[in-house]
């Protein structure tokens, strides 16, 4: 039976269901609870303009007619912002982040996007900001971009023509020199500034269109996610933190940070302000000299112990066999074989510090197809799969590599970022405990177990395995302690300050 409506009524939670599964595969925006009016009273008034009266009519126009969806989603896009929003993190930018950036460049222009720019005050706040601080050489020395997925929000933008309520965080002085008067309560703002930012309209969710956007040095993502769900949010920040150059910035609203906290980029702390920093979270190295029996341990339960004996006692009747199955399963040395599979795993390394990563699984394919025993490989390919998102890929090959070494501890772990990658966290944290079960020194494992429990509020278990990480973090040298785990290796430092703040968290909130 067809349901109906009117502009002035609203729509059942049921006749909403199928427009917030379209809206939240469109564009990402969630309408539950208190946003469920919001929805309603949009749907009805666009099913008026277009004088449609049945719901499943008008749904069936939105599959078909990409035009008016993006009415709608012009219609539902809260458009709250204002100039000089949030400003410490802006200062942080201008008088830290910058500064740092500009040095790494080599005088190539530095690239800014604002991403969910609204209406244009964000982008043009920066613009400003840099105008104060560099002169006209900003025009030369920096590239500001705004993108926004609703297009009459950019046409505002473009046009620069601001009301009272843009300027609530603003000093009159700065509306002096940069606005000029524009009718009644409006203000236009100078095309000296309107000419360093570029606008287009643009889904956050749409890879073609922000291709154009790569290597940016600074993302500004700031009070934007609160409007998706906890997939979408993941999903967007991972497309983010893939724009970023090396050691770019991605700055995100003050309530969003722990949000993002999600293992993606590595999250970093400046007077007293946390953002976030793409530095390199995956390093390969061959670490031929480095066994795991070498690396410290806590004390162990006894079926801890027994395991790790077994494992000891595996690994040498390996080696005693000829097998070469060492740790990693390297090749046989002294062969023209083992030579030649050495140089080209060599070669695989250096594509991937270069992030060459198709070329580097083209070399590894070709590795394993020649020795399929040579587990590093199949780490390293595993390693590559989950830097570009390709979680399953990645999961095959590590469940691959347990059927060759069911001792291999970098699988558990890669396994158990995937998992959490995922979204799945039950298998997540079983993968963990299987980590730290085989190694209980193992950092990563813990951090990870702790993010998990933290994030399911159960505070007494996240503390435990926060404080096993910090624990095993503070001993020793933070680059061997990020080193450790081939073929993942951490930003050790990063992660010993995630781990304090969120134990100050914990503790504020007991």
């Known amino acids: 039976m067809k349901t109906t409506a009117d502009s002035s009524a609203m729509i059942s939670p049921e006749g909403l269901a199928p427009f917030k599964k379209l809206l939240l595969k469109s564009c990402g925006h969630r309408f539950e609870k208190e946003r469920e009016q919001t929805l309603s009273a949009g749907l009805c008034q666009r099913m008026a303009k277009r004088g449609v009266k049945a719901h499943d009519a008008y749904h069936d126009l939105l599959m078909r007619d990409q035009e008016e969806l993006l009415r709608l989603t012009e219609l539902l896009t809260v458009n709250e912002t204002y100039f000089f929003r949030e400003p410490d993190h802006l200062n942080l930018m201008i008088d830290a982040l910058l500064p740092e950036l500009m040095a790494l460049r080599n005088r190539r222009p530095i690239r800014i996007l604002s991403a969910g720019c609204s209406t244009g005050e964000e982008p043009y706040t920066v613009a400003i900001m840099l105008r104060e601080r560099f002169g006209a050489a900003c025009e030369q020395r920096f590239a500001i971009s705004g993108v926004d997925i609703d297009p009459s929000a950019i046409t505002a933008a473009q046009q620069g023509i601001y009301g009272k309520n843009s300027f609530r965080g603003i000093d009159k002085p700065l509306v002096e020199r940069y606005f000029e008067p524009h009718g009644t309560g409006k203000y236009l703002i100078s095309e000296s500034i309107r000419n360093l930012v570029a606008f287009e309209a643009a889904n956050l969710l749409d890879d073609t269109r922000l291709q154009k956007m790569q290597q ?5 993502y700031r009070n934007v996610s609160i409007y998706f769900p906890q997939d979408i949010q993941r999903e967007i920040f991972g497309r983010l933190a893939g724009l970023l150059a090396d050691d770019g910035c991605l700055l995100v609203g003050a309530a969003e940070t722990m949000h993002h906290d999600i293992g993606i980029l590595s999250l970093a702390q400046q007077n007293s302000l946390f953002f976030f920093r793409k530095c390199p979270a995956i390093v390969y190295e061959e670490r031929r000299t480095v066994s795991r029996q070498s690396l410290p341990t806590q004390a162990r339960s006894t079926p801890r112990q027994a395991e790790s004996q077994r494992a000891v006692a595996t690994e040498s009747r390996r080696e005693k066999a000829g097998t070469g199955h060492t740790e990693h399963a390297r090749p046989p040395s002294g062969s023209a074989m083992a030579g030649d599979v050495r140089a080209r795993f060599d070669r695989a390394v250096e594509l991937a510090h270069t992030r060459q990563h198709e070329k580097a699984l083209a070399i590894l394919d070709g590795i394993i197809e020649q020795d399929a025993a040579f587990v590093k490989a199949h780490c390293l390919k595993a390693s590559l799969l989950i830097t570009l998102s390709r979680f399953d890929e990645a999961d095959k090959v590590c469940t691959d590599v347990l059927g060759r070494d069911s001792l291999c501890l970098e699988a558990y772990l890669m396994l158990g970022i995937i998992a959490r990658q995922k979204g799945s966290n039950d298998d997540a944290v079983k993968r963990f405990r299987e980590t730290i ?21 159960d505070a007494k278990r996240a503390q435990s395995s926060f404080e096993a990480a910090l624990r095993i973090l503070e001993q020793g040298e933070p680059k061997a302690r990020g080193q450790e785990f081939f073929p993942l290796s951490f930003n050790a430092e990063q992660f010993t300050i995630i781990c304090r703040h969120k134990l100050s968290l914990l503790k504020e909130n007991r």
């Open 437 to 457: 079960y085989l190694n209980s020194a193992c950092w990563p494992a813990h951090f990870f177990t702790a993010e998990i429990l933290y994030a399911r509020k």
């Open 216 to 220: 940016a040095d600074i993302i500004l």
